[in-house]
């Protein structure tokens, strides 16, 4: 029951109580759950990567270039690619020796050039990623 009713306000010199919709009361739960949700999604994402297992050895710019020329790679699909030039820049946090992820635009020997996100694998092997796929 309304304990406000019969209440004459006016005769009290008083204002009578603003009513909140049930949407305001809520906005509150609502926008701390959009940011639980942002801060889960960023937590996921920086710990999840597009490969299993760990990192291999930090390389410099210059090493991963040399080895993105040296041979031909995977495709993923039973056929290979053959990288003819690579621009890399190291991604992510430096360790004393260079990085584990690398950003480089690639040329293909078909002519075509990509942006991908180089991986090294604790494996020894290269994964790269076209930066579109994802």
Known sequence: MDSTAGHDWAEHGEEQPKRHSKLRRISGF???GFVVLGLVAWGWDATH???EGGHGV???AAEIQVEMVDGP???GAGGTVTVTRASCYGDGEQAAAGYTHFDCQLVF????SDEVI???LANGEIL???S???
Request: proline residues 4%.
């Open 73 to 75: 790679f995977s495709d």
């Open 132 to 134: 579109a796929a994802g």
């Open 109 to 112: 020997d078909d002519g075509n």
């Open 49 to 51: 990567h597009d490969h």
């Open 58 to 60: 930090p390389a410099t």
């Open 118 to 120: 180089v991986h090294l």
């Open 128 to 130: 790269f990623v076209s």
């Open 30 to 32: 609502v926008f701390s």
